[in-house]
């Protein structure tokens, strides 16, 4: 009988023991997963670097040109000027042109005396055919010469109407205010049609296109806390936002200065508004280093960029 007793103790113990062991295997099973997590936490980047250059808002930098082919008469700006929307910026000659508009005015005035008179032509042989008088012939061609008048008056105000529109061209206006960047032409310069006169920009519309690497993209999110450095700017750093981020990659524009990084690698274009007035230029190059938790993360409305 104790025989038996030792045998099914012996027997609970195995299944006991089998038991914890299966227990700490699980144990090690979930503490493994859970370090595989933990590392792949910190192999999230904390700060994503990219290179990118400062450019303006759509539509905040413009070149501007001429819809008419002529002379440059004046140029009433130059570079660095400051200059406001719908300011006049330069004129091209326009004398032939004024002189056709003023032929055409007076053919209007011509074909308005004409069927002032042909009405009257056309009333006097309308009386005379109904007392039995005149002729059904010469209300006839009263009528066509009225008609003739008529028409002669709706070409003549079309061609003033065109010699109005063109004349318009010859005096070019600012599209935006903002500075002017270049001066493309000079006064007396004969340019064609659709030349490029000037190019302008609104500089206090500016951000920073930024060119992320294509593997990055999963890690950046629309209001992401970006900081932006210059060359020539040593020791200072301004503040800005992700506030764009594109729909598709392109091929990469800018060569990195970072000798570790593939050249042939496309690239995201992600648009960074600043968060304060900067000196940095249209067109310089910056280096930004992006956030991977955004101060306010999910906001939509972007930060006005002002330099």
């Known amino acids: 009988m104790q025989t ?39 192999s999230t980047p904390t700060e994503i670097r990219a290179e990118g250059w400062v450019v303006a808002y759509p539509g905040a930098d413009l070149t501007v040109g001429t819809d008419v082919a002529g002379t440059v008469v004046q140029m009433l700006v130059k570079e660095k ?12 000659r326009s004398d032939d042109t004024r002189a056709a508009l003023d032929e055409a005015r007076a053919t209007v005035a011509q074909a308005d005396a004409d069927i002032q008179l042909f009405d009257t032509e056309v009333h006097r042989a309308q009386m005379l055919f109904d007392e039995k008088v005149g002729t059904k012939q010469a209300l006839d061609h009263a009528t066509r010469d009225r008609d003739a008048a008529k028409a002669r008056r709706e070409t003549a105000s079309a061609t003033v ?16 205010s903002g500075v002017v960047l270049s001066r493309l032409v000079q006064p007396g310069e004969t340019v064609k049609e659709n030349s490029a006169l000037i190019r302008m920009a609104d500089l206090n519309r500016t951000r920073v296109e930024a060119e992320v690497d294509e593997f990055d993209t999963g890690h950046i999110h629309i209001g992401d806390s970006v900081k932006i450095r210059a060359e020539g ?4 750093e301004w ?11 392109v091929g990469r524009q800018l060569k990195p ?23 940095l230029k249209l067109g310089q190059k910056v280096e930004v280093g992006i956030g991977s938790e955004a101060i306010g993360h999910g906001q939509n409305s972007p930060m006005e960029a002002t330099r």
Do not use: C, W
């Open 239 to 249: 503040q800005g936002r992700v506030e764009e981020i594109p729909d598709s990659v």
């Open 161 to 176: 109407r065109r010699l109005e529109a063109t004349l318009d061209k010859t005096r070019i206006y600012a599209p935006i």
């Open 233 to 236: 700017y040593e020791g200072q």
């Open 81 to 92: 000027d400051h200059v406001r929307k719908g300011q006049l910026i330069a004129e091209l």
């Open 4 to 42: 038996l007793q030792r045998i099914a103790l012996l027997v609970v113990a195995v299944f006991m023991l089998m038991a914890l062991v299966v227990q700490a295997r699980k144990l090690e099973s979930r503490g493994a997963s859970n370090r595989g997590i933990v590392g792949e936490a910190k």
């Open 257 to 279: 200065q970072d000798p570790t990084k593939p050249i042939d690698t496309r690239v995201l274009l992600v648009k960074v508004a600043f968060a304060q007035r900067t000196p």
